[in-house]
């Protein structure tokens, strides 16, 4: 039964990156290592790695110029992002605690506005 429910699972998708790609196949084409060898040391299917060699001979796995660039940029706006996001979360902070400091001081039966109309009580 066990063996039923494992062989039901799917594996879940891995997912590599540009440069990742490019190495195995760049150890592929110096010689380094032979396509099984690659394919177990990486746990890949041949059929991928064969793919990833067509890619690169197309040229799809190079890298995108300035992509650096745009990266640091967009590393700049989260950055600032951030920053008014947190302005913005303490100020909102303030106004909660002056609010329920408001509330607290009105419906103290001591200090609230209604303590001082009353003339009645004992003296």
Same mark, same amino acid.
């Given at each position: 039964?066990? &063996? ?6 799917? +594996?879940? #998708? ?7 790609? #490019?190495? =195995?196949?760049?150890?592929?084409? *110096? @010689? ?22 067509? &890619?690169?001979? !197309? @040229?799809? /796995? ?6 650096? $660039?745009? !990266? +640091? &940029?967009?590393? $700049?706006?989260?950055? #600032?992002?951030?920053? $008014? /996001? ?9 106004? =909660? +605690?002056?609010? /329920? !400091? &408001?509330?607290?001081? *009105?419906?103290?039966? /001591?200090?609230?506005?209604? +303590?001082?109309?009353?003339?009645? @009580? =004992?003296?």
């Amino acid at each position: 039964m066990r &063996q039923e429910r494992e062989s039901l699972i799917m +594996a879940v #998708r891995r997912r590599f990156s540009a440069a990742f790609k #490019r190495q =195995v196949v760049e150890e592929l084409l *110096a @010689g380094g290592a032979s396509m099984a060898q690659l394919c177990r040391r990486y746990e890949l299917c041949q059929t991928v790695v064969r793919n990833w060699k067509e &890619q690169y001979a !197309q @040229g799809r /796995l190079a890298e995108a110029e300035g992509g650096g $660039q745009d !990266q +640091a &940029q967009r590393l $700049q706006e989260l950055e #600032r992002m951030v920053g $008014q /996001l947190t302005m913005e979360n303490a100020l909102l902070k303030r106004a =909660v +605690a002056y609010t /329920l !400091q &408001q509330r607290s001081e *009105a419906s103290s039966p /001591l200090s609230g506005p209604r +303590a001082a109309r009353s003339r009645g @009580g =004992v003296s």
